[in-house]
């Protein structure tokens, strides 16, 4: 089959059009999407039953009591942080990828550091801080005297704006990348056409990087979804407090995995939305010509002003505060300490390779094996990010202990006890269970703007399958690998339920050790470790943009 | 050989196995492994000096409780745990209930021991205790005008109560508790007085209260003696101080809300003798004061003296309904605080 | 409306791209801007467009003056329309919208009528629902021109707007492409690498070279009388072959003197004349001969490369009748009207 020469050229912007393999080759692809899935179908499965669940006495309780107002509030939640974390991230990209103005190519980068902050130790440094007992309002109160009052930080609102200084950053990450590549352009074409520059942003850049914004969108609502940590930190009742509720004050897993269930519909509905919005993602071809607006004299300091405020507010301080915490412990580094380092380092870069080689496979296999089938293999495969961490933890410990248990009654009994449970392979693909929509998201944004006709080039020259991928897909895939490979290392390195539950004996990470302490509320203890947690997660933020700024001033 | 996808997942699933037979973990004989929801370093000195003293080496596995129940459940007779340390009777209750722990004939345990801070069956013992009581600012209220966690609920505390979460199973064991003294009924009206009487909504952690209180949001609070115990370490001369609740109550109520940290040996062992002998060790001298000590608890050994610093609040009396009361109506008692909209 | 650049010059980074750059185009004009890639062509209309400052000069528009060292008037501002290389039309929008999309300043209803009137002045009648995707390349095209034409600009910007079409297309396009720029009467200014594109469609040409214009002339002129070796050079094909003047101002070469006069003397008696392949015309009967090197067979003709005896090389189009192969000596004669010649190297 050969195409005409001219959909060679970089040209027009070409139909998204899938690549089909031959019919032998799609099905082996599609087997190969399924085995990529099973990590995330095995929790799924196991919460799916949970549907058909006893439906006793607690959930009737939990329905009358308590589903009402947390269906409520995680949907104001949810909407908050999607808003949130959609209007901060979307104008940070588009300032520091359209703009130029003093401290740029700084922001451009350190922007992304507030990803690398857990979202509790953010929640707990802006409570600690604005509550009325903290010092903001103490000093408020000596000074004014004691009506002095600032809107109270425990609060719908207040969790609203720590979550989406956390999030943003997803959604910064993406929609830079979709402007680098594309917003100038649009901009000049707007400009042509007589559109201001910001009215050229909401009429042309904005709808045309809909698909990827709705891709970092999609990730925040999930993990907003699935957050504990901060929204319990501001008592704030949601779906998963509720599921934690029935599972560990209750002591009723099987309610918890209803609600779990439960938990699932909205994830669906959420990712229904995102597809609608993706719809028509299209590749315009960079043009590496059009160039930075200055922003001159008082308009370029606004822009530093307004993007230093973001970092301050959403890094500097909580991670300052995390330093000042963690002087005094600094001689309780010891070999442990270095050792949970290590581990972290470790798990984190290797579930970075492994899910984002998961994510690869899954997007590449869709591509040559499009379809409903395959749609949906890709999407099940990524709903594990909407999960509460132990709820996936329990979906896969749970399974993979009964099976040991079989085994090990079937083996030789000079075989000893297996415990496939608490491996280090367990570990990881519990991982990737949870954080592949993480590696997939860019992945696949960048593996859609390749041109379909390249494929066919490729195959045309007797280069195909997994060939093709290498020699042409990878090297045009590098920056949404490195950007799904530097998001997964940061959530592997934050993740804690997942970590305590599967880890082998002696694994113990950075984030493990936060947790011994904040179990008990001992911050100043947990501050040391956490920032190590932040040190180590930021290795890749900033290899990542350093790259970045490299390739595109 | 071209490499095809299903190839490649067939070598990953060869490699991934060889990879977890290999992993498969198995201990010496004499090792015991601790399941333990105590935070570590409270516990691993303690275990480093067993280990020390016996040559028994010993391994810790950290986890939340509820992790760790799940766990051990679904491990079932492959469990590599030997004994369960968790904090709050509750949990300790639930891992009894579903069947997780062995019932023990420890003599030494028995004496040790009261019997009101262990399971009647042996399958568990409180090792030490910690009081969940009454704390106020000493410049805004006279000692003489507390009495009972009850009281809390009139109004004269309008606007000047501070509570920690419901979520925390410290308050569902309180009111468990309640429910076990006062009946159900009564209790509810009990926590919706509270809840009118709250001057900020439900705080994430005891330390947080006690800064409230401190900064002059509210005035009382009720928070686990420990915890008052650390601030108080940092700051001796901190304007709080603990008030021992329900000394002078009449029959069930009478006795401040104790809780207990405490284990048990896990019924699929393979080794009780091993366990048994360290859990017995935790329950008396050195060890049982250190266990406490670390944490600024009171020792569940009578016969052990608590910290310096612990024993300075004074003498209470404790509440001396057993413990597992607590577990058995938590699940009532979370149900009757989300009634009364205690959040 | 009338544009000029007076004396512009532009740098990115270090790099000088444009120098001293001059030109006028009167109102209603075509004129093309031609080059080797890097010249600077695309970075000119870009300066043009207001995508870029300059860094010294000026670049007036119908008189008012948009660009400056000091002041760039933001393009939004400058009223040009400009078909962009890939078209970038926009993805998420039909042809209809993509050309109602630049008229924001009607109201709703004026803006769909001349939407639909503009896409039928490129013939694209029965489009108007369908999305970039669903067009074809000649299509897409044609949407990005009445898209650049409907807000009726000052003037219109293309750059390389054919370079990713097929041949046949393009010849096709290029010709249609003129009279809709002509019917609208439309001042438009397109860079491109391509003579052959720019001679069809340009009323002037300027032939770029590293920054500067060589020659800013009617292609007539430029095929014709080359005002430098490099513009003779890369427009049209030939040779150049050893010359001097002599006493009476006659040009000779080694194949005689040449009929015609010089179109500018050369400050030297020592020159290199240009030789067009057809200057040098087949004639079997003529004393002078040549020996086949290459030939390039074009149809009607065949393009032959002769060596002379000398060794020097000349072009010859020749109808293709005359069918000589590689190595055979022919006899040729020259047809010179005027002479275009240079300095010898």
């Excluded at chain 1, 367990?426 to 993480?438: E, G, I, N, P």
């Amino acid at each position: 089959m050969s195409r005409p020469a001219r959909t060679l050229l970089p040209g027009p912007p070409p139909a998204v059009r899938r690549v089909r393999g031959n019919a032998a080759g799609g099905r082996a692809w599609l087997l190969a999407m399924a085995v990529i899935a099973l990590p995330a179908v095995l929790p799924l499965a196991a919460v799916a039953t949970g549907f058909w669940g006893p439906d006793g006495d607690v959930v009737a309780h939990l329905r009358e009591h308590v589903l009402p107002r947390v269906a409520v509030n995680t949907a104001i939640l949810v909407t908050g942080v999607v808003v949130g974390a959609g209007l901060l991230g979307t104008s940070l990209a588009w300032l520091v990828a359209v703009f130029d103005f003093p401290g740029r190519r700084l922001f451009s980068w350190a922007l992304l550091l507030p990803m690398a902050v857990p979202g509790y130790v953010m929640a707990f440094v802006y409570i600690g801080l604005l509550d009325y007992a903290g010092p903001v309002q103490s000093a408020l109160r000596d000074w004014l005297g004691e009506g002095a009052a600032l809107p109270p930080i425990r609060s719908t609102g207040g969790v609203i704006a720590v979550m989406t200084l956390t999030l943003y950053p997803y959604v910064y990450l993406i929609a830079r990348n979709a402007f680098l590549t594309q917003g100038r352009r649009a901009l000049e074409v707007g400009r042509s056409l007589g559109l201001s520059p910001a009215r050229g942003f909401l009429r042309v850049a904005l709808p045309m990087a809909r698909p990827w914004l709705a891709g970092g969108l999609l990730l925040v609502a999930m993990e907003t979804l699935a957050d504990f940590g901060t929204v319990a930190a501001f008592n704030y009742d949601t779906f998963t407090t509720a599921i934690y509720q029935a599972w560990f004050a209750m002591f009723s897993l099987d309610a918890a995995l209803h609600l779990a269930a439960f938990l699932i519909l909205p994830v669906l509905a959420v990712v229904a939305l995102e597809r609608r919005l993706r719809g028509g993602a299209r590749y315009t071809p960079t043009d590496a010509r059009a160039g930075l607006l200055r922003l001159p004299g008082l308009r370029g300091w606004l822009a530093a002003a307004a993007a230093g405020g973001v970092l301050t507010v959403a890094f500097l301080l909580p991670f300052a505060q995390l330093l000042v915490w963690s002087l005094p412990s600094l001689a309780a580094v010891d070999v442990r300490f270095l050792e949970a380092t290590g581990n972290s380092l470790f798990l984190a870069a290797s579930g970075a390779v492994l899910i984002v080689a998961m994510a690869l496979l899954l997007s590449y296999a869709h591509r040559l094996r499009p379809g409903a089938a395959g749609s949906t293999l890709a999407r099940v495969a990524t709903l594990g990010y909407a999960l509460p961490g132990p709820v996936l933890a329990v979906g896969v410990f749970v399974p993979l202990a009964l099976l040991s248990n079989r085994l090990t009654g079937w083996l030789p009994a000079d075989w000893g006890t297996i415990s496939l449970q608490t491996t280090l392979a367990t570990l990881l693909l519990a991982y990737a269970a949870r954080f592949l929509a993480v590696g997939h998201t860019p992945v696949d944004a960048s593996m859609q703007r390749i041109t379909p006709s390249l494929d066919d080039a490729a195959a045309s020259l007797g280069v195909t399958g997994l060939r093709r991928l290498a020699r042409i897909h990878l090297p045009m895939l590098k920056t949404g690998l490195l950007t799904g490979a530097t998001l997964v290392f940061v959530d592997v390195m934050k993740e804690m339920p997942i970590t305590l539950m599967t880890r082998p004996y002696g694994w113990d990470t950075l984030a493990t050790r936060v947790y011994e302490f904040t179990a008990e509320g001992q911050w100043e203890r947990a501050a040391l470790p956490g920032v190590a947690l932040v040190l180590a997660g930021l290795l890749p933020v900033a290899l990542l943009t350093l790259r970045a700024d490299r390739r595109a001033v | 050989m071209r490499m095809t996808a299903p190839r490649i997942a067939l070598a990953c699933l060869v490699a991934g196995s060889a990879w977890l037979a290999g992993c498969a973990d198995t201990g010496s004989d004499d090792e015991i492994t601790v399941y333990s929801s105590r935070q570590e370093h409270l516990l691993q000195p303690l275990l480093d000096r067993y280990s020390e003293e016996t040559g028994t080496p010993v391994r810790l596995v950290t986890d939340s409780a509820g992790a760790l129940l799940q766990r051990l459940q679904a491990e079932g007779e492959n469990t590599p745990a030997d004994m369960l340390i968790t904090v709050d009777a509750g949990n300790l209750w639930q891992a009894a209930d579903l069947g997780l722990l062995r019932a023990i004939e420890s003599p030494t345990l028995a004496d040790n021991i009261p019997a009101h801070l262990r399971d009647p069956e042996g399958r568990w013992y409180g090792l030490s205790v910690r009081a969940r009581t009454i704390v106020y600012a000493t410049d805004r209220v006279d000692p003489s005008e507390l009495s009972t966690y009850a009281a809390l609920a009139g109004d004269e505390w309008r606007n000047r109560l501070c509570l920690r979460t419901s979520k925390k199973v410290y308050n569902q064991s309180l009111v468990a508790m309640m429910i076990v003294q006062r009946g159900e009924e009564r209790t509810e009206e009990i926590v919706r007085g509270w809840v009118d009487n709250l001057a900020a909504p439900p705080f994430a952690n005891d330390v947080a209260v006690m800064e409230a209180i401190r900064a002059g949001q509210c005035d009382v609070g009720i928070v686990n003696s420990y915890y008052f115990g650390r601030l108080q370490k940092e700051e001796p001369d901190i304007p709080l101080a603990l008030h021992w609740a329900n000394q002078d109550a009449e029959g069930r109520a009478r006795g401040v809300h104790v809780n207990i940290s405490g284990g048990g040996v896990v019924r699929h062992t393979g080794n009780a003798e091993g366990a048994t002998a360290l859990l017995a060790w935790l329950s008396a001298g050195e060890a049982q004061h250190l266990f406490a000590a670390l944490n600024l608890e009171f020792p569940a050994n009578p016969a052990v003296a608590p910290a310096d610093q612990v024993a300075a609040w004074g003498e209470f009396t404790p509440n001396p309904i057993n413990v597992a009361k607590a577990g058995e109506l938590q699940t009532e008692a979370v149900k009757l605080m989300d009634r009364a909209g205690y959040r | 409306m009338r544009l000029e650049l007076e004396g512009i010059a532009h740098e990115y980074g270090s790099t000088r791209v444009l120098d001293d750059l001059s030109l006028t185009l009167e109102a209603g004009r075509i004129g093309c801007l031609l080059g080797p890639s890097g010249c600077g062509k695309t970075t000119a209309l870009r300066c043009i467009a207001g995508f870029e400052p300059i860094r010294a000069g000026a670049i007036r528009i119908n008189g008012e003056t948009v660009s400056t060292p000091a002041h760039t008037l933001p393009p939004e501002r400058r009223r040009i329309g400009m078909v962009f290389q890939d078209y970038a039309l926009l993805p998420h929008l039909t042809a209809l919208d993509n050309v109602a999309f630049g008229l924001h300043r009607l109201p709703r209803r004026r803006r769909r009528d001349k939407a639909r009137e503009f896409l039928r002045l490129v013939g694209l009648s029965r489009s108007d629902d369908r999305y970039p995707h669903q067009l074809s390349g000649g299509q897409q095209q044609r949407v990005a021109l009445a898209r650049a034409l409907a807000p009726e600009p000052r003037l219109v910007l293309l750059d390389e707007p054919f370079s990713s079409l097929d041949v046949d297309l393009r010849e096709h396009l290029v010709r249609e492409v003129r009279d809709i720029l002509k019917r609208c009467r439309a001042t438009a200014l397109m860079v491109t690498h391509d003579q052959l594109e720019a001679f069809a469609i340009a009323d002037e040409v300027g032939v770029m070279r590293a920054g500067r214009i060589e020659q800013w002339d009617s292609p007539y002129n430029l095929y014709h009388r080359p005002a430098t070796r490099f513009v003779a050079d890369f427009v049209g094909q030939g040779a150049l072959v050893r010359g001097r003047i002599a006493e009476d101002g006659a040009v000779e070469i080694e194949l005689g003197r040449l009929q015609g006069r010089l179109v500018h003397r050369p400050p030297t008696d020592e020159i290199s004349v240009l030789l067009r392949p057809d200057d040098v015309v087949h004639d079997d009967t003529s004393p002078l001969h040549a020996t086949v090197r290459h030939k390039a067979f074009r149809g009607a003709e065949i393009l032959y490369t002769l060596a002379l005896p000398s060794g020097e090389h000349v072009l010859a189009m020749v109808p293709s009748h005359h069918n000589h192969a590689i190595g055979e000596r022919i006899g040729i004669r020259l047809e010179t009207d005027h002479i275009v010649a240079f300095p010898r190297d």
